[in-house]
């Protein structure tokens, strides 16, 4: 065993989209940190989709900004097609998605990784953890090298024991051509529960097999809209503004029973694979069965990047023999001679379930050892993002002795996806949607760094000019908003006018059509929603109590006399820490609550005598 001389302040463990936050995080909070990844090759490779936001996922990467996090300035920079999602809806439903050049954004967030100070890159196989007195140490690879560190965050993705299925075929790997891994061992071996999940994709096909004259043509967003608050600081001053079309089309009948007629060649179908599988988001497979009585599903075809011609198949992931999705694809309007360049595949993986986590993503188990992206049993990049920032912040503030960052319902999708983690569990791949978080218009996705960014400062994630431009945009908020409640027009003051459902921001007078498009959609949010808001504030400041209400630290959940075993269970499982956390774990009763408060307000009567 070779022990490297440097001691880390944080290692972490994995390359994707998770680690890279995590990183870039505890660097920039001044730690010493190690990013140990299989492949430096792969570093934030988009396995799926090159794709980045959409509904609620957007917001998340807005969070992720407003943080000082990389990927909404990664995916500004190398996107070839904005929209903005939702846009005849109300704004809490709003959301941006980027299509992205696929190698250009793995190149670039390289880079960004390469350059931040204080961040050494290593290519290695994590093997083992090395525990002391409960708490991290080092952590061990397949090659007999040793990395001391004060802390670790995990975020390996579907590599943990990934096994890949094509029709009754089965191969070891976390992604086509890519190894797997055995380190849940290792996490088996320290105590920790590990369970398996399965996720899929779809094939990929050359775009010049394509005939999209008999495709509807789907163009981005003119101006593009970005995700970034600093979108003006990418190199040549803004992302590109030249954007690359998707391509809509529709399966059919024929499709159906060429599926149907393959079901008893699909792993999923004839029971092989044994990982729980996402309802949103299904197999072509399932689609097909479970809603028998639809004649056709859509489908996308999306562009992997500017310099490739490979399409992806957005609506057609399907772990089929390869004969069987050769003949399916060509069913399909525009693709009847459809060349598949990379089959679909479904991979299945261990994941340790998130209950066994606190809200800062730091295990219960091991002081120092934490948790984020799809081993916590979430799916997406977006979801891995935000739990690598703050699992990186955390353990940079855990290192440092620092109190932790932990986000409220009220405050972030982030917080609302870990406290659901933490709380709730997930016994399938956890995906964030707007309905999951009951404050969704206060947590719009164009106030994330009037929510966040001085949050992020307090704890070093931002510097202060991050802090200026914030304060700044509330300036011209409030001075717009101001000129708003006195300016008449028509004796109807403007911001009573604009209040109307059918009032919209260009009919104000010209002197206000030179306001910063950001701030005029924030001030015309808050006008025209002003009282939805102040109920969502109401609720908050009613909730608090609770929500803040601590836990004694003393209070053994299994001897709590009048809770039901399973309510007890449930509670030593989680261990929350106030009584607003025990209220969302699930099975607990309102009447389990108030148990557990007298219970609490006993000891602390006894503990006073």
């Known amino acids: 065993m070779f022990t490297y001389p440097t001691e880390y302040d944080v290692a972490v463990i994995g390359g994707g989209h998770a680690g890279c936050e995590a990183a870039l995080a505890a660097a920039r909070m001044g730690c010493k940190t190690l990013l140990l990844t299989m492949n430096l090759d792969t570093i934030a490779q988009m396995s799926c989709n090159p794709a980045i936001g959409g509904l609620a996922k957007g917001h998340i990467v807005r969070e992720i900004d407003a943080l000082g996090g990389a990927m909404a300035l990664n995916a500004d920079a190398t996107g070839i097609q904005f929209r903005m999602l939702n846009m005849k809806k109300g704004p ?4 941006p998605r980027a299509q992205c050049d696929k190698k250009a954004y793995q190149l670039r967030m390289k880079a960004v990784l390469e350059s931040a100070e204080g961040l050494d890159l290593k290519q290695g196989v994590a093997a083992d953890i090395e525990v002391a007195a409960d708490h991290v140490v080092a952590l061990t690879t397949t090659m007999g ?32 051509g890519d190894g797997s891994s055995d380190f849940s061992d290792a996490l088996r071996r320290l105590g920790f529960t590990v369970e398996r999940l399965k996720t899929g994709t779809p094939p990929r096909l050359n775009g010049r097999t394509i005939n999209f004259s008999d495709c509807q043509r789907q163009d981005g967003d003119v101006p593009p809209p970005a995700f970034s608050y600093l979108k003006d600081t990418v190199s040549g001053g803004m992302f590109h503004v030249e954007q690359i079309p998707c391509w809509i089309t529709h399966t059919n009948t024929k499709t159906a029973e060429i599926i149907r007629a393959n079901l008893d060649q699909s792993p999923l179908y004839q029971g092989i694979i044994k990982g729980v599988g996402p309802r949103y988001c299904p197999s072509l497979e399932d689609k097909i069965v479970r809603f028998a009585d639809k004649p056709s599903h859509q489908v996308f075809l999306e562009p992997e990047g500017r310099d490739t011609d490979e399409f992806y198949v957005n609506g057609c992931s399907t772990s089929l023999p390869f004969a069987a999705q050769v003949a399916f694809i060509r069913t399909i309007s525009g693709l009847e001679n459809a060349e598949i360049m990379r089959a679909g595949y479904a991979v299945e993986y261990d994941f340790c379930p998130p209950t066994q986590l606190s809200l800062t993503l ?16 979430t799916s997406g990049y977006e979801e891995a993002a935000i739990q690598g920032l703050l699992a990186g912040a955390n353990a940079a503030l855990w290192v440092t002795q620092k109190p932790p960052l932990i986000l409220g319902r009220h405050e972030a999708y982030g917080g609302v996806l870990v406290d659901d983690l933490a709380t709730k569990g997930t016994k399938e791949p ?26 992020a400062a307090e704890v070093g994630l931002v510097g202060a000019d991050r802090v200026t431009r914030v304060e700044e945009k509330l300036r011209q908020i409030e001075s717009l908003t101001v000129r708003l409640r006195e300016t008449r027009a028509g004796g109807v003051l403007l911001a009573d006018w604009l209040r109307r459902p059918d009032a919209e921001w260009s009919g104000l ?11 005029a959609a924030q001030v015309e949010t808050d006008i025209k929603y002003a009282g939805y808001i102040a109920r969502e504030l109401t609720q908050i400041a009613r909730a608090r109590d609770q929500e803040d209400a601590r836990i004694p630290d003393w209070v053994d959940y299994l001897t709590v006399s009048g809770l039901k075993t399973e309510a007890r269970l449930k509670l030593n499982e989680v261990r929350p820490l106030t009584f607003g956390q025990a209220a969302r774990v699930s099975g607990i009763t309102p009447a389990d609550i108030a148990i557990l408060s007298v219970w609490a307000r006993r000891g602390r009567v006894k503990s006073s005598k």
């Open 430 to 455: 956890y995906r964030m949607f707007t309905s999951r978080a009951e404050y969704r218009l206060l947590l719009r996705q164009d106030n994330a760094d009037l929510r966040l960014t001085r949050r």
């Open 362 to 377: 730091m295990t219960k188990r091991i002081a120092g050892l934490f948790f984020a992206g799809q081993i916590n049993g």
């Open 92 to 95: 809490s439903v709003r959301a």
């Open 145 to 176: 090298v040793r990395y001391r560190a004060r802390a670790l965050v995990v975020t390996t993705g579907t590599f943990l024991k990934g096994l890949m299925h094509v029709g009754l075929s089965s191969s070891v790997g976390g992604r086509m």
């Open 509 to 519: 007078p010209e002197e206000f059509q030179a306001a910063d498009a950001e701030v």
